[in-house]
């Protein structure tokens, strides 16, 4: 097939890349270059870099509300769009343009979780299980028909970036044969029980609030590892955790009652995975040594 291929970061390259082994791609849109780094220099997404390895052309439109935008898209007479992790709305002249329309690879088991952060609020809401949907996409936020689905269980330690890996390999095997078996598949409309949203997460998420429950809170830690890193204080430095489990414990909330085992309003949580203030994720015995923590966290 004719593929025209958008996405933007890491979670997108795997599907590029399974896709370009098998199909011919058009082009690639993705977002504009982003300053980054100390520099502030403008650095190309994770799947401009990808597809400039693999000599794929790139366009990068800030939008694409403009009609010259569309037309250009058009004009590349695409049989299907595949878009993953994007970040651009598509308006109804795009979703119109492939001649079999345009199918999203959306990281949770609609119609659970719509939305930005479907990863990240499964994690934190202790689903037992996500998986990908390839999805045709329509005007709607993720509510389009279902073409196909894969589940994966969510481990009780796994982290949103465990997640994040396992669900872009899914989603790139997934595409592959969504559309290798395009002509079998029968869409599935989402029903309207279950609908859930997927908010975007917002950094004053992070900070532990060491009153909630021990589930909870190693929850949260582990939904929002590595980004962007619940945290605490220890004295006057942030904290950052990044893996833990719920333990038995009890204490007044915050007390650090050994090693990286902090009470809760109820239960205990031990950290496994820590950061400290500009240095790299280490283990909680490494974090400890040479740099006791106060009796309580904050």
């Not at 390895?53 to 366009?59: E, F, I, T, Y």
């Not at 917002?202 to 619940?230: C, H, M, N, Y």
Request: charged letters at 20%.
């Amino acid at each position: 097939m004719k593929v025209v291929f958008m996405g933007t970061p890491d979670f997108s390259v795997p599907a590029l890349r399974a896709l370009a082994g098998r199909h011919d791609i058009a082009c690639v849109y993705t977002q504009p270059p982003r300053p980054a780094g100390r520099g502030q220099q403008p650095r190309p997404s994770p799947v401009q870099a990808a597809s400039q390895a693999l000599g794929l052309a790139v366009r990068h439109p800030a939008r694409l509300r403009d009609p010259q935008d569309q037309a250009d898209f058009a004009a590349l007479g695409a049989d299907v769009a595949v878009v993953v992790a994007y970040g651009l709305i598509l308006p109804p002249p795009v979703l119109a343009a492939p001649r079999r329309g345009c199918l999203n690879i959306h990281a949770s088991l609609l119609p659970r979780w719509r939305g930005a952060a479907p990863i990240h609020r499964a994690v934190i809401a202790g689903d037992a299980e996500t998986g990908v949907c390839i999805m045709q996409m329509e005007a709607g936020l993720d509510t389009g028909p279902v073409l196909l689905r894969r589940a994966t269980p969510i481990g009780p330690e796994d982290t949103t970036g465990d997640l994040h890996d396992r669900l872009a390999a899914i989603g790139a095997q997934a595409i592959v044969d969504a559309l290798d078996r395009l002509d079998d598949l029968v869409p599935d409309s989402q029903p309207e029980a279950g609908v859930t949203y997927a908010a975007k997460i917002d950094k004053a998420e992070a900070r532990i609030d060491w009153t909630r429950p021990a589930e909870q809170v190693a929850r949260q830690i582990r939904g929002l590892s590595p980004f962007p890193g619940a945290w605490c204080l220890a004295g006057e430095e942030r904290l950052k955790l990044l893996r833990a489990r719920a333990v038995a414990g009890h204490g007044a909330p915050g007390q650090v009652l050994g090693g990286l085992t902090v009470a809760c309003g109820s239960g205990a949580v031990q950290v496994t995975l820590a950061q400290r203030e500009g240095k790299r994720p280490m283990p909680a015995e490494d974090i400890l040594r040479g740099r006791p923590l106060p009796e309580r966290l904050g």
